[in-house]
């Protein structure tokens, strides 16, 4: 079953603008990754942000942890069209192995 | 960095006839190797985790009889979809975790179309 779910599910912005997106889960976790999925093709790996960190950044990439409040955000700055793609958080909980768990994910549409 | 395939890339079969998907680490070991499956539009959701010499673990709701796991090495998981449906087709993704670095990669999928 899917671990958590991410709003919004679709998100349409202007070149240039920020994109946030957030993830919310349900069980204890080892660490929370974001992926990026273009149509019709494999997984990329983003960002890997572990339960002990709060946040994390790589490149134009900012991601937030409350494990409080099990959730999580993916923040891109000043989008580009081709980050156009869907985005997908995964947790991975302790003991099992390395085994993620997506959540629905948020298609993300920017428009040059 | 670690890579790893699938094959085939793409695959059309008949309804009733079985497929088998590869999936191989190309440069590391994998002593657990997951298989996902995604419809279009959708999420990713775990069918299965592969273990290197033992029995696959699969999901609640996932058909161990139908969707066959082998991973007879520390290279290859094999999928094989039995007496496939319309309804079974779909991507199928799968990840490889190295087994010294614990790091996960996945492969760039597999789409199944079953007429």
């Known amino acids: 079953s899917q671990q958590g779910e991410e709003d919004p599910q679709a998100l349409s912005i202007q070149e240039g603008e920020n994109a946030t997106m957030n993830c919310s889960y349900k069980?204890?976790?080892?660490?929370l990754q974001w992926y990026r999925q273009n149509s019709g093709r494999g997984l990329v790996h983003l960002i890997l942000?572990?339960?002990?960190?709060r946040e994390k950044h790589s490149g134009r990439l900012r991601v937030t942890l409350d494990t409080s409040k099990k959730s999580s955000s993916l923040l891109i700055t000043a989008s580009r069209a081709a980050d156009t793609a869907s985005y997908f958080c995964a947790t991975v909980a302790y003991n099992q192995g390395g085994k993620l768990i997506f959540g629905q994910g948020t298609e993300l549409s920017v428009k040059p | 960095g670690a890579v790893v395939s699938q094959h085939p890339s793409r695959v059309i079969c008949k309804s009733g006839t079985s497929v088998k998907i590869e999936c191989r680490s190309l440069d590391f070991q994998a002593t657990t190797m997951f298989w996902y499956r995604q419809f279009p539009k959708q999420s990713l959701m775990l069918m299965a985790t592969?273990?290197?010499?033992?029995?696959?673990?699969?999901e609640q709701g996932v058909e161990k009889d139908k969707f066959l796991i082998n991973h007879a090495s520390l290279t290859l998981s094999t999928l094989t979809v039995t007496s496939a449906h319309p309804e079974d087709s779909s991507f199928y993704i799968c990840s490889a975790v190295d087994r010294y670095s614990y790091e996960q990669y996945f492969g760039p999928g597999t789409r199944l179309t079953v007429t």
């Open positions: 592969s273990n290197e010499g033992s029995k696959a673990t699969y």
């Open positions: 069980t204890s976790i080892n660490n």
């Open positions: 942000i572990r339960s002990n960190e």
